[in-house]
T-cell receptor, first 115, second 111 residues
Framework: NAGVMQNPRHLVRRRGQEARLRCSPM?????VYWYRQLPEEGLKFMVY????????ESGMPKERFSAEFPKEGPSILRIQQVVRGDSAAYFC?????????????FGPGTRLTVT | GENVGLHLPTLSVQEGDNSIINCAYS??????FIWYKQESGKGPQFIID?????DKRQGQRVTVLLNKTVKHLSLQIAATQPGDSAVYFC??????????FGQGTTLQVKP
C-alpha cells in the first residue's frame, strides 16, 4: 500500500535550467495538490489538479511555473528558467475525492536547489 | 484574507509533560481544520482533524480544541515523548479544497 511518491527527492539545477518534479498519488486517488515550503516557513498552496484538469491554480506564480496531471502517469510540476528564489521543498499531496474526503496525504517532497 | 498563524515559534517541554500548541485563524467561514506533524526532511503527517461543528476531538494522546468565538485552535499532546519532537502546523481547508498552513511551531522534548 504505497503512499504518495515523489521524485526526485533532491534536485540541483543551475539558474536558467528547467526543473521537473513528479508526483504519483496514492492508489485510487485522483486529486493532487502541490505545495511549496521555503526554509523555516510553512507550506504554501500552489495548485490543485484532478486528472487532466486544473481546479485551482491561485497559488501558482504567473510565469515559468506549470502543472499537469495527465490521464496516465504522474502529476508534473514544471519550473522553467529557474532562479535562486525557486530553491525550496516542493510537496505533493493526494486525496481520494476532492473536498469530500478531506484528508490529504503528503509525499516526502522534492528539495530543489538552484545554484 | 488568508491567515492561519501560530502564537509561538518554539516550544520546549520535558519528557512526560503535556504540550499545548496554539493556532489562530482568520476565516470565520472555515469549517475544517487539521494538525500536521513534520519531521526533518519529511512531508507533513496528518495528526488529527476537527470540523467546525465540534469543539473538541480526541485521538491517541492528542486532543484538538476549537474555539470558534475567538478563532483559535490548539493541539494538546499528553505525556510528550522524544519522538514527538517535530514542527507542528495547523491548517484550514478553503472551500476549494486547498490547505492554508500556519508558520509552524517547533516542539523540542527534553529527556
Amino acid at each position: 500500500n504505497a503512499g504518495v511518491m515523489q521524485n526526485p527527492r533532491h534536485l540541483v539545477r543551475r539558474r536558467g535550467q528547467e526543473a521537473r518534479l513528479r508526483c504519483s498519488p496514492m492508489k485510487g486517488h485522483s486529486h493532487v495538490y502541490w505545495y511549496r515550503q521555503l526554509p523555516e516557513e510553512g507550506l504554501k498552496f500552489m495548485v490543485y489538479l484532478q486528472k487532466e484538469n486544473i481546479i485551482d491554480e491561485s497559488g501558482m506564480p504567473k510565469e515559468r511555473f506549470s502543472a499537469e496531471f495527465p490521464k496516465e502517469g504522474p502529476s508534473i510540476l514544471r519550473i522553467q528558467q529557474v532562479v535562486r528564489g525557486d530553491s525550496a521543498a516542493y510537496f505533493c499531496a493526494s486525496s481520494q475525492v476532492g473536498r469530500i474526503s478531506y484528508e490529504q496525504y503528503f509525499g516526502p517532497g522534492t528539495r530543489l536547489t538552484v545554484t | 484574507g488568508e491567515n492561519v498563524g501560530l502564537h509561538l515559534p518554539t516550544l520546549s517541554v520535558q519528557e512526560g509533560d503535556n504540550s499545548i500548541i496554539n493556532c489562530a485563524y482568520s476565516n470565520s467561514a472555515s469549517d475544517y481544520f487539521i494538525w500536521y506533524k513534520q519531521e526533518s526532511g519529511k512531508g507533513p503527517q496528518f495528526i488529527i482533524d476537527i470540523r467546525s461543528n465540534m469543539d473538541k476531538r480526541q485521538g491517541q494522546r492528542v486532543t484538538v480544541l476549537l474555539n470558534k468565538t475567538v478563532k483559535h485552535l490548539s493541539l494538546q499532546i499528553a505525556a510528550t515523548q522524544p519522538g514527538d519532537s517535530a514542527v507542528y502546523f495547523c491548517a484550514e481547508m478553503s472551500n476549494t479544497g486547498k490547505l492554508i498552513f500556519g508558520q509552524g511551531t517547533t516542539l523540542q522534548v527534553k529527556p
